[in-house]
């Protein structure tokens, strides 16, 4: 039975055979259901009167925000669950009115999977169905923009690969970590076993899936700082679109070997360009932080261009470019769920000591840079003692990108290649005080510094996805063998240590020029 009632109104219904009701009450603006209520349980009895009080609840959906994990279709589109609907009318259009190229779908939960393919924006708006077929006024509509839903995607990818937490996937920080002397592997999985070992698999899925992820950051930060170039009010974006660039490009020329490729997005997906060799890779990371520069002066490409060059040995732009970062920067990532934290808590790493015979003593030292627990029992595979890391303490812990003590590690090491012994000191042991460890005064021969000052940085940088990249600099650089630096020998899980000094290209996206360090 249905009754009209004007607003303000009460209204009787008469004639209901004993029973129980659910008296359901719409508000109606021309024609559309504005508002909607329930109250089920009704009671009706014969010879008397049942009061009823229905409470109205709006029942017109509100958009949420795009929230994306990729920049590639589809982009998944949230609208608040409302009372009352059972179902939801979503139209997709590509102007505000909603007369051009609209497409309509009805979906029985709040979120619904938008195609982007070949778009540039689009709008869309919502309407509740509830179980008469009545239909909600529509939604705010909400503008897509493809470059704002690209930013946030970088973004999040960003997070997610330096150290987010992604179901049995290790991230860049967990890789880092186990090929070379931080951690050493207490899982289950074969694959990290074999990274532990340095005997990495091309072919792995867990490797695929960090090089595209960082491939995925790397292309759609230049898309989008390309797409804004021309705009002066969009620099801003611009610059932090090229330092992430930057970053992308140093830790792919940092993890793996020789042969990165190239590429660009196109129609919105990823492509595979040509292999460029570490060092081009190091200088196309110059190249992005110098344009972030050029757009807009931060600290965080301050930082990223001195790494670039520290790689490249061009320490005169190394320095100039440290110099001008105060000790106090810092600039974090926060992933949703820090990936370190997970595999600690899931009993999968294991803070390392002396690996392979001549890693460094990340745990004997007791130094307060690198914190950690003797958790007294064995980690996931049953046998590796388990010792918990607590850099990354918590589950929100963030994950440091650039940071003013770097600088003022690149200070040092600038300073020791160009002689300046009294300055690499003091930058050492300006850093050193602030922690209240002791200073340090000499050094009977460069080697013993250099080993100092790369001790120093595994301490300070430890589990930040630096340590692969310091090692592969002592190869390259400082004409140290590689099993004079990473782990070598016999491996404690049966076997021996493999020769690996960086990551290799994943099968699907090519072969490495070589594996040099």
């Known amino acids: 039975m249905t009754l009209n009632a004007a607003p303000g109104t009460t209204r009787t219904i008469t004639g209901l055979v004993p029973g129980t009701y659910t008296v359901v009450l719409e508000g109606l603006v021309a024609g559309q259901v504005e508002s ?22 709006s029942f017109v959906p509100v ?12 982009v998944p589109i949230r609208f608040d669950a409302v009372q009352g609907a059972i179902a939801y009318q979503v139209d997709v259009g590509t102007d505000t009115a909603f007369t051009s190229n609209v497409t309509t779908s009805t979906v029985g939960s709040n979120t619904l999977d938008i195609p982007v393919s070949g778009r540039t924006s689009f709008t869309v708006r919502v309407r509740s169905v509830n179980r008469f077929g009545g239909l909600s006024r529509a939604s705010a509509h909400a503008v897509v923009t493809m470059d704002i839903v690209l930013e946030v995607s970088v973004r999040q990818a960003m997070a997610l690969a330096l150290n987010g937490s992604q179901q049995n996937q290790l991230t860049l920080a967990g890789m880092q970590g186990l090929i070379t ?15 532990d070992a340095r005997g990495t698999p091309a072919g792995d899925v867990q490797l695929s899936w960090l090089y595209s992820t960082l491939q995925t950051v790397r292309q759609g930060a230049r898309a989008l700082a390309v797409h804004h170039g021309p705009n002066a009010s969009a620099a801003p974006t611009v610059a932090a679109m090229r330092s992430i660039e930057g970053f992308a490009e140093i830790w792919l020329a940092e993890s793996f070997c020789s042969g990165v490729t190239s590429g660009d997005l196109v129609n919105g997906r990823m492509s595979i360009g040509p292999a460029r060799p570490t060092v081009q890779v190091l200088q196309d990371a110059d190249a992005a932080f110098t344009q972030s520069l050029s757009a807009s002066a931060t600290l965080e490409a301050r930082v990223g261009r ?22 106090s920067f810092l600039s974090v990532v926060q992933p949703a769920t820090n990936g370190l934290w ?12 002396r690996e392979g015979s001549n890693g460094i003593a990340f745990r004997t030292m007791n130094d307060p840079r690198v914190p ?20 990354a303490s918590q589950s929100n812990s963030p994950i440091t990108l650039a ?48 080993d100092f000052h790369f001790a120093e940085r595994a301490m300070w940088l430890f589990s930040s996805a630096h340590r692969l990249g310091d090692l592969r600099r002592l190869v390259r650089q400082y004409s140290r063998s590689a099993v004079s630096v990473f782990p070598t020998g016999q491996y404690p899980k049966g076997g021996s240590y493999g020769s690996d000094v960086n990551l290799p290209i994943p099968s699907a996206w ?4 070589d594996r040099a360090a």
């Open 36 to 57: 909607y209520g329930e109250t089920a349980g009704v009671v009706v009895s014969a010879g008397t009167n049942t009061p009823v009080s229905v409470t109205l609840g």
């Open 306 to 327: 001195a790494r670039a060059r520290l790689g490249l040995g061009s320490l005169s732009g190394a320095a100039a470019d440290a110099a001008q970062v105060p000790t």
């Open 510 to 513: 090519g072969t490495c020029i």
């Open 403 to 450: 940071s003013g003590i770097e600088a003022r590690l690149i200070d040092a090491e600038v300073a020791l290649r160009s002689g300046n012994v009294q300055s690499f000191l003091s930058s050492h042991n300006g850093l050193r005080a602030s922690r209240g460890l002791q200073g340090v005064s000499t050094f009977p021969t460069t080697d013993q510094a250099v």
């Open 181 to 195: 002397d931080e951690f050493v592997s207490a899982s289950n999985t074969a694959f990290h076993g074999q990274l």
């Open 342 to 353: 997970q595999l600690t808590n899931e009993g999968r790493i294991s803070v390392a000591d």
């Open 372 to 391: 950690w627990q003797d958790a007294q029992q064995a980690g996931q595979d049953g046998q590796t003692p388990l010792f918990r890391q607590l850099v």
């Open 63 to 74: 958009i949420s925000a795009p929230s994306v994990h990729s920049f590639q279709s589809p």
